[in-house]
C-alpha cells in the first residue's frame, strides 16, 4: 500500500510527522507499506522553519492507496494552500477511483478545493470550522470531535488527532490487534475514537490569566484521581482556602472539587467507551465506588 502525503507551504510538522510515523511503524512490522512526499514544488517550508523535501512526480496510485494532506499554518482558509488545477483533479481522480484520501487541520481546505467536501460530513482543527463552513457550504462540518470519515473522505480535528486518524485506518485495514501494537511501539497512551472532543475539561477551563488558579489545576491535573484536600491545594498555591476558592470560582466558574471530579468523570467515559465496566472505570479514576460515578454521568 502506498501512501502519499501531499505537502503544503508553511505545513505543520507534527501533522505530516504523526501519521507518518504510525505508518513507518505498520511498514517495520513488514506490512508492505510505502511512503512518499509530493509537492508542487520541491523545497516546503514548514511552520517551523524546518525545510522539507519533496518530490514532485506523483506515483502511480490503486485504490487500495491513501493521499494524506497535512494542515498549514493560518489563521484562516486561503493564506497558505492553494492547489493548482492539476493537484486538485489528482485528488479527485483517486477518490473517484475508490482511493481514500485524508487530511490534518487546515488540510480539510485541499480536500473541499477539490470538491470532496460537498455533500460530507467534515472536520478540522476548531479556530477553523467556522472558516471551513462557509468556504464550503455544501459541506456538513462536524464540530469538537478528532475525525470524521464519509465515504473515503477522512478529515481530522488537527496536530495529534492525525495519528488517531492513522491509527484508525490500520485498525480498520489490518485490525485493531495492529493498531494497539503500533499504538504501544509509539508510546501513545490511548488510541481515541473519532467522536471524542478535541479538547477536554483540561483545556476548557485554562482561558484565564490567574497564576494562582493555574497552579492549582496543575496539581489537580497530575493528580486527579487521588483524594486532595482544599487545604492541600490552597497550600500548594500559597494562599489561603477562602481566597483559592473565590479565585477558582472567578477564573473557572468552578469549585476545585467540581474540576477534579470532572476530569475524573472525562477520563472515566473514555475507558468505558473502550470497554471498561463502569465499576473498574470508577475505580481506575478515583471514586470511591461505582454510584457516584453513575449520578454523575447521569447529570451529563
Not at 478540522?124 to 470519515?149: G, K, S
Request: proline residues 4%; aromatic residues 4%; glycine residues 8%.
Amino acid at each position: 500500500m502506498k501512501v502519499v502525503f501531499l505537502l503544503v507551504p508553511q505545513l505543520h510538522l507534527l501533522d505530516l510527522a504523526g501519521p507518518a510515523q504510525v505508518f513507518s511503524t505498520v511498514r517495520d512490522f513488514g506490512l508492505g507499506y510505502s511512503l512518499h512526499y509530493v509537492a508542487e514544488q520541491e523545497d516546503v517550508p514548514t511552520a517551523q522553519d524546518v525545510p522539507v523535501r519533496a518530490e514532485v512526480a506523483w506515483p502511480d496510485l490503486a485504490p487500495d492507496d491513501l493521499i494524506l494532506v497535512p494542515g498549514w499554518r493560518g489563521s484562516r482558509f486561503g493564506v497558505h494552500g492553494l492547489l493548482t488545477g492539476s493537484t486538485r483533479q489528482r485528488l479527485a481522480a483517486h477518490h473517484a477511483a475508490g482511493g481514500t484520501v485524508a487530511s490534518v487541520c487546515a488540510g480539510a481546505d485541499a480536500l473541499g478545493q477539490a470538491n470532496l467536501l460537498d455533500g460530507r460530513r467534515c472536520t478540522t482543527h476548531h479556530d477553523l470550522q467556522d472558516h471551513l463552513a462557509a468556504r464550503y457550504p455544501a459541506a456538513r462540518v462536524l464540530r469538537d470531535v478528532l475525525y470524521v470519515i464519509d465515504e473515503r473522505v477522512v478529515t481530522s480535528a488537527g496536530i495529534a488527532s492525525g495519528i488517531d486518524l492513522a491509527l484508525h485506518l490500520v485498525a480498520t485495514r489490518h485490525g485493531p490487534a495492529v493498531a494497539a501494537r503500533v499504538a504501544r511501539e509509539m508510546v501513545v497512551y490511548a488510541r481515541r475514537n473519532g467522536d471524542e472532543p478535541q479538547h477536554s475539561a483540561m483545556l476548557r477551563h485554562r482561558a484565564h490569566l490567574s497564576d494562582v488558579v493555574h497552579r492549582v489545576q496543575d496539581l489537580i491535573d497530575g493528580r486527579f484521581t487521588e483524594r486532595l484536600s482544599l487545604r492541600t491545594l490552597a497550600s500548594s498555591a500559597g494562599v489561603s482556602e477562602r481566597t483559592l476558592t473565590r479565585a477558582f470560582g472567578e477564573a473557572t466558574g468552578l469549585t476545585p472539587l467540581r474540576y477534579q471530579q470532572m476530569l475524573r468523570l472525562e477520563r472515566a467515559e473514555h475507558l468505558i467507551g473502550h470497554g471498561a465496566t463502569v465499576e473498574s472505570a470508577a475505580r481506575a479514576t478515583g471514586f470511591e465506588d461505582a454510584r457516584m460515578l453513575r449520578r454523575l454521568r447521569s447529570r451529563v
